[in-house]
């Protein structure tokens, strides 16, 4: 006769837990009772910062939560237990019902902890955890401008980019000298914060709220270092405490910081009663992520099962994305094991932070903090009490300098999930049973289906097991850019919803939705704020500004060539004054305009569009510009017209979207005043004619361009460089610039010379004719907004308030000049 086993609470543990012992009771020994608090599934608590993209929560439950397939569990939502008799061995719930167990599992969580603030519970003050509570926060967000997050640990973090996807801006506050303090150490939270506050936010370290009091119509905290911030909002994510009350009463042994005690089998002190998860203290401490959960699921479910696993200490290594910056840590990170060293890569520049704690002889990995790019964290983490493959140093060189440093590297036993302790070994097996894609390798060993940083690890392991690998640009699609690209010109399809029915599935995402949009852009599918495509767009093209630190924009308008009139300045002018803006001349000859807010925007394009100017696309994957010299009609050395030519190339390519950026230049001499050959786009006068560069680039990794072809003429030198881009737009990669798309191209620079020189796929007429149509179909994007109400009404700060004044943004001077006001500063109001 089977037993019966009764799980309280159902997260993603309790989730696990039942999953685990149900794969595995072949016999079915065990009939289960899950007692959920909540009225639904359990969900994936990780992702819950996702759910601001579509408010869709069932996307959000695990596979399989609702039991209904399977007669052996009987799954009660909205059923949580009041009392435990543990000498009756038996459970009541709210609604009165008592349920005998022969084996009890406790798995209920975690509850936020909120500091015991004077006002914490006025309205206004949110916690962050659920699906409800975020509910909740966007309610509360409309129609305020700021927001405050108490906590700035992971969950903290995510909280306040939850409250970014609701267009707030605000306050990070966090207790400790830094952010993350339990994951990077102080160099690493030094270079987080300062990515941080690029953003626009505030961060505050190192103080505590003392004091919420209502003010107008929001909150007024009060902070120990006798400051104040007013908000409309504020959200505890100040971390965690485990949901042990139950069992406090119940008589079960507690530990001296919260959460039942647990022994290495994850019983506790009675033998019929187990624990796993954030309510569960293995050795006096609670963990919080959700892979010691998935562990100590496991090991209940062998026990039940007569099996011996133990709990062990648990890898605590994480790796997120925090707003949108890589930040990981794994190992030793704070480097506290006895006679450590630590080699450390700090680039404030590039935004990057990168530190190994090696053993003594530098031999050993111990562990590592990531912060800006964690790219190395798949093939590193392996590694910790391992022998090291090179020299650490050159393991976090800067890109270019670091050897290669992949699966190969790791030995088989080495864990390449953490989340659910997968060896390499067993992947390799997997891919050698059958399984050839991600998805397959993920139902078979459960890799990659956690926190999922190990995703990139299991397509190298696919790659040297000798699976060729999908390049589909992402879970919506099975196909990449280029075909898509094909598929849209084709068919003739010009909206997303159309493409996803008929060649996608699901909803879409921040890497299929802005590409698909390029692509429409690309194939002259009209104004890029019509209809569907505005949603697509990201958020420089959505305002079709860029986005600055302080949340202001900048508006860039188009300077062919450099070349400009007297009576064009005095408009630029007068703009820059009466708008108060922020005037810089940029390295790409042209003038940049700061500080605009977002309902300026329009009545800044209209003086400057009535004197003749128009979009220079500076927000877009676009044409940025031509830089020229000043040519033979000014320089001795000068052998041909390069401020023409540069102009010329300007008006014919200008609103050309893009996979990436594209910059140009113009030389009129070999002494190469222009720098052409840092563009993707470089041409050089000769005395015959002129040079052709392609596949420069400056930036991070500097690249000279090839010379493709010499001494053409400039008609010859305008179908060239038609053919190039066209190819390029139809064929490279998401984000990828033309200096690694000419790279990555098989047989690099020849064969793309056989394609559009000489012609060896039959498409070059093709690709001219898809530059003409660009050409022919040209329309200003500022115009566009300027002579449609509907885009106009885009244009304004608050929805409820038109025209009114974001009371987040401020300024001081600074040589004559506005500039946004940095922290400890004093503000000037305009």
């Not at 309510?279 to 609670?286: D, N, Q, T, Y």
């Not at 450099?562 to 810089?584: H, S």
């Not at 042209?590 to 003086?607: C, E, H, K, N, S």
């Not at 329309?779 to 409820?800: H, I, M």
Request: charged share 25%; hydrophobic share 40%.
């Amino acid at each position: 006769m089977s037993r019966h086993l009764v799980v309280i609470g159902h997260g993603m543990v309790g989730h696990r837990l039942v999953q685990a012992l149900r794969a595995r009771d072949a016999g079915d020994a065990w009939r289960i009772t899950v007692l959920a608090e909540e009225d639904r599934p359990a969900y994936d608590r990780v992702a819950l910062s996702s759910y601001v993209d579509d408010w869709d929560a069932g996307r959000l439950q695990l596979d399989g939560a609702e039991f209904s397939d399977d007669p052996r569990v009987d799954l009660r939502l909205g059923a949580p237990v009041v009392e435990i008799d543990r000498a009756a061995r038996a459970v009541r719930t709210v609604t009165g019902h008592v349920l005998g167990y022969d084996a009890l599992v406790l798995a209920t969580g975690s509850a936020p902890f909120v500091p015991p603030v004077p006002g914490r519970d006025l309205p206004g003050c949110f916690t962050y955890r659920t699906i409800e509570d975020l509910d909740a926060i966007r309610a509360a967000a409309r129609g305020h401008t700021t927001g405050v997050v108490v906590g700035g640990g992971l969950l903290g973090l995510e909280a306040t980019n939850v409250l970014r996807g609701l267009g707030l801006r605000g306050h990070v506050i966090e207790l400790a000298p830094r952010l993350m303090p339990l994951q990077v150490d102080e160099g690493g939270g030094a270079l987080l914060r300062r990515t941080i506050e690029g953003m626009g936010l505030e961060v505050h370290c190192g103080v505590s709220v003392t004091e919420v009091v209502r003010h107008e119509d929001g909150l007024l905290l009060r902070l120990s270092d006798d400051t104040t911030v007013h908000t409309g909002l504020l959200v505890f994510s100040a971390g965690i405490r485990p949901r042990d009350e139950l069992f406090r009463v119940a008589g079960l042994t507690v530990a001296e910081r919260g959460g039942v005690l647990v022994d290495e089998t994850c019983r506790t002190s009675d033998p019929a009663v187990w624990a796993a998860g954030e309510c569960a203290s293995f050795e006096g401490r609670a963990y919080g992520l959700v892979a010691p959960g998935y562990a100590m699921a496991e090991t209940v479910a062998d026990r039940l099962l007569g099996g011996d696993a133990t709990f062990s200490m648990p890898d605590m290594s994480t790796k997120l994305k925090l707003l949108g910056v890589d930040v990981a840590s794994f190992g030793d990170a704070h480097g506290v094991t006895p006679g450590a060293l630590e080699v450390v890569h700090n680039d404030p520049v590039s935004g990057v932070y990168k530190k190994l704690v090696v053993s003594d002889d530098a031999g050993t990995l111990l562990g590592g903090v990531l912060v800006g790019d964690a790219s190395a964290y798949g093939s590193l983490r392996p590694l910790v009490g391992r022998a090291l493959p090179a020299d650490p140093g050159s393991l976090i060189a800067p890109a270019g300098g670091a050897p290669a440093l992949g699966v190969d590297a790791l030995p088989g036993d080495a864990q390449v999930c953490s989340c659910h302790a997968v060896t390499k070994n067993a992947i390799e097996e997997a891919v050698g049973a059958g399984c050839r894609d991600i998805p397959a390798l993920k139902g078979c060993t459960k890799a990659g289906t956690g926190c999922g940083s190990c995703v990139p690890l299991l397509k190298q392991v696919l790659v040297s097991c000798g699976v060729e690998q999908s390049k589909a640009l992402c879970e919506h699609f099975d196909h990449s850019r280029a075909e898509l690209f094909e598929i849209l010109r084709v068919t003739g399809i010009r909206t997303f919803s159309a493409l996803l029915a008929r060649h996608g599935r699901g909803r879409g995402c921040d890497i299929c939705k802005p590409t698909v949009a390029s692509i429409l852009a690309s194939l002259g599918s009209g104004h890029v704020l019509d209809g569907e495509q505005a949603a697509l767009q990201d958020t420089n093209d959505h305002f079709l500004a860029n986005l600055q630190r302080n949340g202001t924009y900048s508006v860039v308008p188009r300077i062919p060539g450099g070349e400009i009139t007297p009576e064009k300045l005095l408009v630029i002018a007068e703009v820059a004054r009466d708008f108060a803006l922020y005037t810089k001349i940029t390295g790409g000859q042209r003038i940049d305009l700061f500080g605009a807010t977002v309902d300026q925007l329009p009545l800044i394009w209209r003086r400057l569009v009535d004197a003749g100017f128009e979009s220079g696309h500076a927000y877009g994957k676009a044409l940025r510009t031509v830089k020229s010299c000043v040519g033979e009609a000014w320089c001795r050395y000068g052998v041909q017209d390069s401020v023409g030519l540069a102009i010329e190339l300007e008006l014919r390519y200008r609103g050309l979207r893009a996979p990436h950026k594209i910059k140009a230049a113009v030389s009129g001499c070999a002494r190469e005043c222009a720098e052409a050959r840092s563009k993707d786009i470089g041409v050089i006068a000769t005395e015959n004619g002129w040079n052709l560069y392609v596949g420069g680039n400056g930036g991070f990794t500097p690249r000279h361009a090839d010379l493709l072809v010499s001494d053409v003429d400039k008609r010859s030198l305008l179908t060239l460089i038609d053919r190039f881009l066209m190819f390029y737009v139809r064929t490279a990669d998401r984000l990828q610039r033309t200096s690694v798309w000419v790279e990555s191209l098989e047989g690099g620079l020849d064969h793309l010379r056989e394609v559009i020189v000489e012609d060896s796929l039959g498409i070059c007429g093709e690709l001219e004719r898809a530059m003409a149509a660009h050409v022919d179909s040209y329309a200003d994007e500022w115009r566009g907004v300027l002579e449609d109400p509907v885009k106009l009404a885009r244009f304004t700060s608050f929805v409820n308030a038109p025209g009114a004044p974001d009371p987040t943004i401020t300024f001081r001077t600074e040589r004559g000049q506005r500039v946004p006001v940095p922290l400890g500063v004093p503000e000037v109001r305009t």
